[in-house]
Nanobody, 115 residues
């Protein structure tokens, strides 16, 4: 089992920045993928960004150039730096962890972009 604890959501004005963190604990394999998904009201959950244990990354087109995903393998933590936030970025952001033994989700953290 893997447990994920997220932090860093909140309310921010358009153009502002937030940094999300997600710390993993439990039975963690050395090869894994960590990432962030989001779900806005009335919409399906969608990929935001993922990063492998080899630091290969993939981003949704809608966040490229604005969001940066990174990880600290020693701390088993993934980060999402979100800059130039837009109202359409408002959603619940979920941390995701994948390894050979399965896929796990965090509890979600609300990000609201509004003036």
């Amino acid at each position: 089992q893997v447990q994920l604890v997220e932090s860093g959501g909140g309310l921010v004005q358009p153009g502002g920045s937030l940094r999300l963190s997600c710390a993993a604990s439990g039975s963690i394999a050395s090869i894994n993928t960590m990432g962030w998904y989001r779900q806005a009201p009335g919409k399906q959950r969608e990929l935001v960004a993922i990063i492998t244990s080899f630091s290969s990354t993939n981003y949704a087109d809608s966040v490229k150039g604005r969001f940066t995903i990174s990880r600290d393998n020693a701390k088993k933590t993934v980060y999402l730096q979100m800059n130039s936030l837009k109202p359409e970025d408002t959603a619940v952001y979920y941390c995701n962890f994948q390894q050979y033994a399965g896929m796990y989700w965090g509890q979600g953290t609300q990000v609201t972009v509004s003036s």
